[in-house]
T-cell receptor, first 112, second 114 residues
Framework: EDQVTQSPEALRLQEGESSSLNCSYTVSGLRGLFWYRQDPGKGPEFLFTLYSAGEEKEKERLKATLTKKESFLHITAPKPEDSATYLCAVLSPQSGYSTLTFGKGTMLLVSP | EAQVTQNPRYLITVTGKKLTVTCSQNMNHEYMSWYRQDPGLGLRQIYYSMNVEVTDKGDVPEGYKVSRKEKRNFPLILESPSPNQTSLYFC?????????????FGPGTRLTVL
């Protein structure tokens, strides 16, 4: 069974204080790893998809990286508007590539 | 604008009163899915559809039905809602082609069953 574990569960940063969120996964064959941002009561907003170990993608202050066992979401010089829950999910051969298995998320709070 | 829409956004109902939550996407996606999100449990898949007239169960299908008569629509039906179905529901869609299979989510429907 696919498993996704995110750490830490919650993270509080000062504005400008860079940090990283971790997503560890166990899957039978990774087809893709996805990062989403979710604001309270809203739908997950797509950030990145990573398909192979060594791949990196960037968007503004965010950078996602992938190894064979985990992914990191690096946040450089965060701003208060980056406060949200960040979700990691994997797509694998389980259920014929039809099911995203999600971690429980990291709740990020950036204080001014 | 490419988007997934859900209606209603908020719904309060009583036990046993049948309801339908609609989901529509304008991206011509083959794949659509329903998730529920509960505190401490994260997002869990209820049902999914690979294409018109093709549906299958996800991880938590009990108490739910779906249909896929048109490519753009994927309604979620609760024939006899119970309080344990109080949750935040999300519809998602994607192309389901390798390396183009990012799932895009709707805004959510908050359901309360009394």
């Amino acid at each position: 069974e696919d498993q996704v574990t995110q750490s830490p569960e919650a993270l509080r940063l000062q504005e400008g204080e860079s940090s990283s969120l971790n997503c560890s996964y166990t899957v039978s064959g990774l087809r893709g790893l996805f990062w989403y941002r979710q604001d309270p009561g809203k739908g997950p907003e797509f950030l990145f998809t990573l398909y192979s170990a060594g791949e990196e993608k960037e968007k503004e202050r965010l950078k996602a990286t992938l190894t064979k066992k985990e992914s990191f979401l690096h946040i450089t010089a965060p701003k208060p508007e980056d406060s949200a829950t960040y979700l990691c999910a994997v797509l694998s051969p389980q259920s014929g590539y039809s099911t995203l298995t999600f971690g429980k998320g990291t709740m990020l709070l950036v204080s001014p | 604008e490419a988007q997934v829409t859900q209606n209603p956004r908020y719904l309060i109902t009583v036990t046993g009163k049948k309801l339908t939550v609609t989901c529509s996407q304008n991206m011509n996606h083959e794949y659509m899915s329903w998730y529920r999100q509960d505190p401490g449990l994260g997002l869990r898949q209820i049902y999914y559809s690979m294409n018109v007239e093709v549906t299958d169960k996800g991880d938590v299908p009990e108490g739910y039905k779906v249909s896929r008569k048109e490519k753009r629509n994927f309604p979620l039906i609760l024939e006899s809602p119970s309080p344990n179905q109080t949750s935040l529901y999300f519809c998602a869609s994607s192309t389901h082609r390798a390396e183009q299979d990012t799932q895009y989510f709707g805004p959510g429907t908050r359901l309360t069953v009394l």
